[in-house]
């Protein structure tokens, strides 16, 4: 039988067929996908072959095959830094959500995500949640980071998911679509699936006003069929996002401004730090590219670990 992996809980999987009918799977012996080395060889989104166990209970299954997969999202795995995590598999597009304070979302988390994305093809839209309770300053970040990011190419939608403004509008992108969300715990990912899909009734927390920090509501990615044919995979909030198997020479394919400077550089193989006749460092002294875009390229580059006690945007 083959289906779709909907939750993974460690060592069941929670698989649906075609036919809508539900079965717990775990995976017979060793399981190892080949080039990838990661904490979770099944992840959300897997299309999966298994064949019912025998025992007592048919709703139980053994997974003993995967299919190839279209595209995947993976990050440091926390507690082993050599190994990977997939977050989700064959995902049409992902949303990121991002809120200025309440908790804040730093460029350095942004870049990160986006750069992981580009590496494995997947197309990400930024909603900038909770603009209801912004002041002017605030609003002013907003509009200068949809700027940055709508300059590159990406698409950045101002939400509000307690108040409903634009959930409409993030309804009709999602479409026939399989849908990520993602961002820290606390930007109000669960808020904005209720909002999108009440009857589902994910839970939320309020955010810890003593580190102005989300606390984990979800534990577990997890996939729903929405109303309006429409499938989302909520996911747990992610505190860093650690960049993974990426030379040096190929962290700039996956900035869209520097990508689109690189041939205009002197050298082949320029980094775009120290070499002379540098396209994209002249772009940046010409404001051309956001400062903090390329405090994040640099970062990467250099292997340094995300910055979260400092003020990221780039308004220096």
Not at 194 to 220: R, V
Request: aromatic share 10%; hydrophobic share 35%.
């Amino acid at each position: 039988m083959t289906g779709r992996v909907y939750k993974s809980t460690g060592s069941w999987y929670t698989v649906k067929t075609e036919l809508g009918h539900i079965y717990e799977c775990r995976i017979k012996g060793k399981f190892r996908i080949k080039g990838i080395k990661s904490t979770n060889p099944i992840a959300v989104g897997d299309i999966v072959d298994f064949e019912l166990e025998t025992d007592n209970n048919q709703d139980t299954g053994v997974i003993h095959n995967i299919h190839d997969r279209k595209n995947y999202i993976v990050r440091k795995s926390v507690n082993l830094s050599k190994q990977t995590h997939i977050i989700a598999a064959n995902i049409d597009q992902v949303f990121l959500m991002v809120t200025i304070n309440n908790p804040p979302t730093f460029t350095s988390f942004i870049d990160r995500f986006l750069v992981t994305a580009e590496a494995y093809s997947i197309k990400t839209i930024l909603l900038f949640n909770k603009i209801d309770t912004y002041d002017e300053e605030a609003l002013n970040e907003v509009r200068y980071l949809a700027h940055v990011y709508r300059k590159i190419g990406y698409e950045c939608i101002g939400i509000s998911a307690t108040t409903g403004k634009n959930v409409e509008k993030v309804k009709a992108l999602m479409s026939g679509k399989v849908s990520m969300f993602s961002g820290h715990s606390g930007v109000g990912k669960s808020t904005l699936v209720n909002a999108i899909e009440p009857s589902l009734n994910l839970k939320t927390k309020e955010i810890s006003t003593q580190h102005m920090q989300g606390q984990h509501t979800t534990t577990f990615a997890e996939m729903f069929d929405l109303s309006f044919d429409a499938k989302i995979i909520d996911t747990p909030g992610i505190k860093g996002f650690g960049v993974v198997d990426m030379d040096k020479e190929e962290v700039g394919d996956y900035f869209p401004e520097i990508f689109e400077l690189k041939q205009d550089c002197k050298f082949n193989n320029c980094l775009h730090i120290q070499e002379p006749n540098c396209a994209v460092k002249e772009a940046l002294d010409n404001d051309e590219i956001a400062f903090s875009r390329y405090r994040s390229y640099l970062q990467i580059v250099e292997g340094e670990d995300e910055n979260y006690r400092t003020d990221n945007w780039g308004n220096e």
